[in-house]
């Protein structure tokens, strides 16, 4: 019913910036929330960045300071701005969306299929 896909992964090295893009498509009245979460390898998945619908947001703190969510509501569409990677951003990085097929229906929960983010020298 809803698919999303994340886009904008990449091998960057230390002190380098990536932007990744999560598009969600499909039978969406509205969006409560967009959040970017990560997987190490043999790491459990961490949040790491969320958007609201009220635009606010909420990061781990390990990212703060480096990293910026945003959105762009008609394209349905969450970017990740990372900026000072370090080697220990190294993980696939998943989006998450919490939607409304319709205005009185329950909220579901979305994943999309993850990026690579590699940050190596």
């Known amino acids: 019913q809803v698919q999303v896909v994340e886009s904008g992964g990449g091998l960057v090295q230390p002190g380098g910036s990536l932007r990744l893009s999560c598009a969600a498509s499909?039978?969406?009245?509205?969006?409560?929330?967009m959040c970017w979460y990560r997987q190490a390898p043999g790491k459990e998945r961490e949040l790491v960045a969320i958007?609201?619908?009220?635009?606010?947001?909420t990061y781990a703190d390990s990212v703060k300071g480096r990293f910026t969510i945003s959105r762009e509501n008609v394209k349905n569409t969450v970017y990740l701005q990372m900026n000072s990677l370090k080697p220990e951003d190294t993980a696939v990085y998943y989006c998450?969306?919490?939607?409304?097929?319709?205005?009185?229906?329950?909220?579901?929960?979305?994943w999309g299929q993850g990026t690579q983010v590699t940050v190596s020298s």
């Open positions: 958007i609201y619908s009220d635009d606010r947001t």
């Open positions: 499909g039978t969406i009245f509205s969006i409560n929330a």
């Open positions: 998450y969306i919490n939607s409304r097929a319709l205005p009185t229906t329950p909220s579901k929960n979305y």
